[in-house]
């Protein structure tokens, strides 16, 4: 497996290693002690999703503020652009994002980790999307980013009418976000 640094603090992609023979091709989704080379992350995943979704649906960009999830994120249908945003205080990427075309064809995976908001849009017709969790789902614990926030400047491709849903659509700026985390951390002290 390669690993592939990206601009975000402790996020990386992951490529693997892929046998082509004339039957088609096979490769490792998941191996813990790579996974641990790779990332540093020695916690576990407890939960696994798959989203089936058209061209032009945008799902995100979520987070678990208590609970935060780590997400290995991976397509095994079609074309998905990837958004992470760096939503740790602490981090020296804090507030950044990058955006990532994964694909069934490129097979590389996405390791968002805990403390990230997380959302793809479907460039294909359609995609089968899969994703391993840290944490178990809270809909509690949720918090959702508004996915055209201009403090967050994400490169949306254009010609693509986007779908998205009443509550991604109303979802917090990131000024608000940072306001609450900052004056309850204010607080807290």
């Known amino acids: 497996m390669k690993v592939i640094n990206t601009s975000l603090e402790d996020c990386v992609l992951l490529q693997p290693d892929i046998f082509h023979d004339s039957r088609g091709f096979f490769y490792e989704t998941f191996r813990t002690n790579e996974f641990l080379t790779a990332t540093g992350f020695s916690g576990t995943f407890v939960q696994e999703n798959h989203s089936y979704s ?74 089968d999307f899969q994703y391993k969790c840290t944490q178990y789902y809270d809909p509690a614990d949720e918090i959702t980013i508004h996915w055209n926030d201009p403090d967050l400047d994400i490169p949306w491709p254009t010609g693509i009418e986007m779908i998205v849903s009443k509550k991604d659509s109303s979802a917090k700026s990131f000024q608000d976000y940072c306001r609450t985390l900052f004056s309850s951390d204010r607080n807290s002290e």
């Open 54 to 127: 058209s061209k032009g649906v945008f799902r995100g960009l979520h987070f678990q503020q208590n609970n935060p999830q780590g997400k290995l994120v991976r397509v095994s249908r079609g074309t998905v652009l990837d958004v992470a945003v760096d939503l740790r205080p602490e981090s020296n990427t804090f507030g950044q994002s990058e955006v990532f075309e994964i694909s069934d064809e490129n097979c590389l995976q996405v390791w968002v980790p805990p403390g990230f908001a997380h959302g793809f849009l479907v460039l294909s017709d359609c995609a």
